[in-house]
């Protein structure tokens, strides 16, 4: 089946950096995506991660590792309109999304 | 007006009322999704077009009736609708359906079931 494991909840203090991890099982691979949904809005497109390796734009860092179906969203000078949920969306052989709950972040003053 | 707009962004009816719900989207792009997202779930891909043709019907209940009458537009007719339906409904775009991890998302249409 396919699956998508990121930590339901983190919390970080306006400022730091936090890494959110996730880890997916897809039937196939064509790249992997980051979306960022604040709360009762649409999600919008953050980053794409086709190869190994790590993307910058920004505040916002991208890493993928294809081998071992895991991916990370870097996040620096945390502000608190980053505070929202945090979407780690494969795209399979069928260019599929596999969406999942993603991990909710809070930012704290 | 530029990217994906929906209308209406709210709205309440009977399980007995027939309405529908509206996008449009001024990107250029090719393909259209309509996506449901029900609280604390992740989103449901519900329609695919691509060039105006439907692609995917993911099972979706026959109350919900999609009508696509060009590339821009893409409609959610609703009829005879459960409390279980009351969601946000999400359109979306992408140039084509390869590129179809980079969506465009309008801001949505709440449902509400009653």
């Known amino acids: 089946g396919q699956n998508i494991d990121q930590p339901t909840e983190m919390t970080a203090t306006e400022g730091a950096i936090v890494q959110i991890n996730c880890t997916y099982q897809t039937s196939g691979f064509n790249g992997l995506f980051w979306y960022q949904q604040h709360a009762g809005e649409a999600p919008t497109f953050l980053s794409y991660?086709?190869l190994d390796g790590l993307e910058e734009k920004g505040r916002f860092s991208s890493f993928l590792s294809r081998s071992k179906g895991y991916s990370y969203l870097l996040l620096k000078e945390l502000q608190m309109k980053d505070s929202a949920s945090y979407l780690c969306?494969?795209?399979?052989?069928?260019?599929?999304?596999?969406w999942g709950a993603g991990t909710k972040l809070i930012i704290k003053p | 007006e530029t990217g994906v707009t929906q209308t209406p962004r709210h709205l309440v009816m009977g399980m007995t009322n027939k309405k529908s719900l509206k996008c449009e989207q001024h990107?250029?792009?090719?393909?259209m999704y309509w996506y449901k997202q029900s609280a604390k779930k992740p989103l449901e891909l519900m329609f695919v077009?691509?060039?105006?043709?439907?692609?995917e019907n993911n099972s979706v209940p026959s109350r919900f009736s999609p009508e696509c009458p060009n590339s821009s537009h893409l409609f959610l007719h609703l009829h005879t609708l459960q409390p279980e339906d009351s969601a946000l409904y999400l359109c979306?775009?992408?140039?084509?359906?390869?590129?179809?991890?980079?969506?465009?998302f309008g801001e949505g249409s709440r449902l509400t079931v009653l």
């Open positions: 969306v494969p795209l399979d052989s069928n260019y599929q999304l596999i």
């Open positions: 077009y691509n060039f105006k043709e439907q692609t």
């Open positions: 991660n086709v």
């Open positions: 979306a775009s992408s140039q084509g359906t390869f590129e179809a991890g980079e969506l465009f």
């Open positions: 990107l250029g792009h090719n393909a």
